[in-house]
């Protein structure tokens, strides 16, 4: 009788025997192989340039694909360049294959060709996993069950032997039982003889030992006690200290990082507008009312530049966006007037496909990009019309707006 | 007819995984889907091309009606190539239209591909504008496509020269593989390339 892995992976088997027709005892040589479908030639007809395909595969090709042959595209007419090919036909049909199913007891063995229609009406076909275990099968029962109907009967009919498997496995357990029972007890002993009360010679030593010493003892560890918690006191001390100190530091860190971004931002600037309809309110109510962004820097020693943003005052339905160059340490070492590619865009909140943006090259002749005199050039330089105020909303998210502003030297 | 498909492809599955091109990693498919309806192929770049030393990943659709009409393959993988679109990967191969057979199949069609790779047909071309590179400046194109299968396919090329004119139009704000399809359309001319994304850019807004 099959073991249960041998049947699975018969089962197995049989479905790809299924799929392929393909079997250990005739395998599909290429000579009996329609090129078309790849499987063993059916009706095989030979064309007039010496191929051999299905005579359905071949009626197919030329029917939908005009007239050559799919090998060596000779030209082929379906009346007078194919000839039905017997000799190969019964080539083919003295081939033998046992049927895929003969696994589960099929005994037939039948041409290639005649397989596939075998297969269907087969008495022993089935799929994987169609096949039942018995519960038994873990204390050894090894048959091997079919159908659900089939289990209920083998149930019925092997009691008996179920049950004789029972007892041996009982038989042959039982005794591992009562050696682990064994094993147990003796380790339980083991241990209520730890957690036994100190033999009693102990006891009469103690109770031999004066009283006096305790009184030591305890002045001692007294002594301890006041030591340990003046040691605490001071810890405690100065770990607070050590508290303020690192706040005061994370505050110096933190403004250094501010610096820091704005400095090697590398022209590139992130400005962000926290309450914008605020903000915006304002500049509606007084169109001189302007926002500048912090002083950023091309480079750690390059230009300084802010952006600004207001209401136009040509047209108030605008709002500008510009830019400013600042006045740096460094201006005297750099090249004036400025000259390089500067970018705006008003950053989408979620797509930035539909950012607003724009680039643009400074021009040198204008004021704007001149050395500036004091702190911040007077003049700008930027779309005093970039965004109609009234399309702003959905770039904002939780009331704050960002524009992103790269200015890059050349 | 679709189970004929689906058994023959199969089959062929099985052929190509046994091929020797697989043994020497020249070729490659895999399963996208159980219904074998769609596969992933990949060639390796032919020696002595511009394409040495990519991996060239293609996408293999499988029509109901196969083996009687042809499998749709187009290049997953970006591709510098006069007969494949850089933009979509469409292959202009006449196998895979009017010229196919019944009895090609996906191990055929794939060695076909790796010999398009080596032998273009820039007078048939899918993308004129590396069609007309082929032709006229044939010492750019290969670099170019050098280059683009360095970039996208893991070919062994770094070319400095090029990506710093791509880096140039990066630090500007353009997307990188924009840059690139700009760059590699103008013969590498930074000012022309430059231009003409400055154009599209204004036209979008």
Do not use: H
């Given at each position: 009788m099959a073991s249960f892995n041998d049947l699975n992976k018969h089962c197995k088997d049989a479905e790809r025997n299924v799929a392929n027709t393909e079997n250990n005892k005739a395998d599909l040589e290429s000579r009996f192989e329609c090129p078309i479908c790849l499987t063993w030639l059916r009706d095989p007809v030979l064309t007039s340039c010496g191929h051999k395909f299905c005579a359905q595969c071949i009626n197919m090709w030329l029917r939908k694909?005009?007239?050559?042959?799919?090998?060596?595209?000779q030209p082929l007419q379906p009346e007078s360049d194919l000839f039905p090919d017997l000799f190969t036909r019964r080539e083919i049909s003295q081939q033998r294959a046992h049927c895929p199913y003969q696994k589960f007891g099929c005994a037939i063995e039948l041409s290639p060709i005649d397989i596939d229609s075998h297969m269907n009406k087969c008495d022993f076909r089935r799929q994987v996993g169609e096949h039942v275990s018995c519960p038994f099968k873990s204390i050894g029962c090894s048959d091997i069950i079919i159908s659900e109907e089939e289990l209920k009967t083998h149930l019925e009919h092997s009691t008996s032997s179920h049950l004789t498997e029972i007892l041996q496995l009982v038989a042959k357990v039982i005794p591992k039982l009562t050696s682990l029972e064994q094993t147990g007890s003796s380790t339980r002993a083991m241990e209520y003889k730890w957690w036994d009360p100190p033999p009693k010679k102990n006891l009469l030593s103690t109770q031999d030992e004066p009283c006096p010493d305790w009184q030591e003892l305890v002045k001692t560890l007294y002594e301890r006690i006041v030591v340990l918690e003046q040691q605490n006191r001071e810890l405690t001390i100065s770990l607070s200290n050590q508290q303020n100190h690192l706040s005061s530091i994370r505050t110096s860190v933190r403004y250094n990082d501010e610096e820091m971004i704005l400095r090697y931002c590398n022209g590139l600037y992130i400005w962000k507008l926290d309450s914008f309809r605020e903000k915006l309110e304002i500049m509606i109510t007084d169109s001189l009312k302007m926002f500048y962004s912090p002083g950023f820097y091309t480079s750690p020693n390059g230009y300084k530049i802010c952006a600004r943003i207001n209401?136009?005052?040509?047209?108030?339905?605008y709002l500008s966006l510009l830019i400013h160059m600042m006045h740096s340490e460094n201006d005297d070492a750099l090249d004036w007037p400025f000259n390089g590619s500067i970018s705006f865009v008003l950053v989408h909140p979620v797509d930035s496909e539909r950012n607003i943006r724009d680039t643009t090259f400074s021009k040198p002749?204008?004021?704007?990009?001149?050395?500036?005199?004091?702190?911040?050039?007077?003049r700008s330089f930027g779309y005093t019309e970039f965004v109609l105020i009234k399309d702003l909303v959905e770039f904002l998210r939780e009331d704050s707006m960002i524009m992103r502003v790269e200015v890059k030297p050349i | 007819m679709a189970n004929i498909a689906a058994q023959r492809i199969k089959r062929e599955f099985k052929e190509v995984i046994k091929s020797e091109e697989v043994a020497k990693c020249a070729i490659k498919v895999e399963l996208v889907n159980d219904s074998f309806t769609e596969l992933k192929g990949e060639i390796a770049g032919p020696p002595d091309t511009p394409y040495e030393g990519g991996n060239f990943v293609l996408e293999i659709k499988v029509p109901e009606t196969y083996p009687f009409n042809p499998p749709k393959v187009r290049f997953i993988t970006k591709i510098w190539h006069p007969?494949?679109?850089?933009?979509?990967?469409?292959i202009c191969l006449d196998i895979l239209k009017d010229q196919w057979a019944a009895a090609m199949t996906l191990r055929t069609v794939l060695l076909s591909l790796q010999a398009l790779l080596s032998a273009a047909e820039p007078d048939d071309p899918q993308d004129a504008v590396v069609a007309k590179q082929y032709k006229e400046q044939p010492e750019m194109f290969r670099q170019t496509a050098k280059h683009w299968t360095s970039v996208y396919a893991g070919g062994p090329a770094k070319m400095s020269d090029l990506d710093d004119k791509i880096r140039r139009l990066t630090d500007m704000g353009i997307e990188e593989h924009n840059a690139r399809v700009a760059l590699s359309s103008y013969n590498w001319d930074l000012e022309r390339a430059t231009e003409q994304l400055f154009m599209t850019v204004m036209a979008k807004n």
């Open positions: 694909k005009g007239t050559c042959c799919p090998v060596d595209s209401v136009s005052s040509k047209d108030p339905r002749e204008l004021e704007a990009f001149k050395k500036p005199t004091c702190e911040l050039n007077k | 007969n494949i679109s850089s933009v979509t990967g469409a």
